[in-house]
């Protein structure tokens, strides 16, 4: 098998044993400084001191079904509140048809993916040779196959917003070992200049537009249509972040 093309369904069904072969191989092409595999099946390498976890591709499902969504009576009440103060659509649903990617298969490759992102405007990724990901290969890192609004289920934290829950589920890592979606101020660029994911810039916290849409922005197929338009030439970089990945 070319490791470039290992799919998610091999690897979370594969043996230890095979997985350790697989992890190494990774690491030899890259000339990794080390890696290792924990457990619970995530694999990490770690490259010029930075550890970066493998993300195995394939053909995936990503996007969210809108319509499909069935919101907590809490999350309906927040979300009718917030319809009530701030003039969102009446229909639930519909907003989250405009904010949220479409459900879509497609095919990705393996990646190693960065464990943490970094600061996007003070990081040269050529001279790391290292490149961004794609908003679908974001998407996919992020989500990590979970067909769930959030990439840990469905529901939230009872908090006004994700800094009311420093412990909340969104500060742990995901099921690839990563840290991401984690603070809606800092959303990451991707190799699209014209899709950001994993927050809002702050709008929905900052602006107390409720609890619900306080942590919207850190749903997987969140995609906030007008937060790309405060980039202008790249001069709001450097509050942004950047998802480094190098391809297998």
């Given at each position: 098998m ?7 369904r091999?690897?979370r069904?594969?043996?230890?044993e ?39 591709g ?37 907003h ?46 992020c ?7 959030f ?37 990451e ?21 409720g ?20 980039l ?17």
């Amino acid at each position: 098998m070319e490791i470039g093309e290992l799919t998610l369904r091999a690897w979370r069904g594969g043996t230890d044993e095979w997985r350790e072969r697989v992890l190494r191989a990774a690491a030899e092409r890259v000339g990794a400084d080390g890696w290792s595999l924990a457990p619970d099946g995530t694999a990490t390498v770690v490259l010029h001191g930075r550890e970066f976890a493998l993300v195995p591709g394939g053909e995936v499902q990503l996007g969210f079904d809108a319509a499909a969504f069935a919101p907590t009576p809490e999350q309906t009440a927040s979300y009718a509140e917030s319809c009530r103060d701030f003039g969102f659509p009446a229909d639930l649903h519909a907003h989250l048809a405009e904010v949220l990617s479409p459900v879509r298969t497609v095919r990705l490759p393996a990646l190693l993916v960065g464990v943490e992102a970094v600061d996007a405007g003070e990081v040269d990724f050529e001279e790391h040779g290292w490149r961004l990901p794609t908003p679908d290969e974001w998407e996919h890192a992020c989500g990590a196959g979970a067909p769930t609004l959030f990439r840990w289920g469905g529901t939230h934290p009872d908090t006004d917003d994700p800094f009311s829950a420093p412990d909340g589920p969104q500060r742990r890592p995901n099921a690839f070992g990563l840290r991401i979606a984690q603070d809606p101020y800092r959303p990451e660029v991707t190799a699209d200049p014209e899709v950001m994911c994993g927050g809002d810039g702050g709008s929905a916290t900052c602006g107390g537009y409720g609890a619900f849409l306080a942590w919207l922005p850190l749903a997987t197929a969140y995609r906030d249509p007008s937060l790309a338009e405060l980039l202008d030439g790249g001069g709001w970089c450097d509050d942004l972040l950047g998802r480094p990945v190098v391809a297998l």
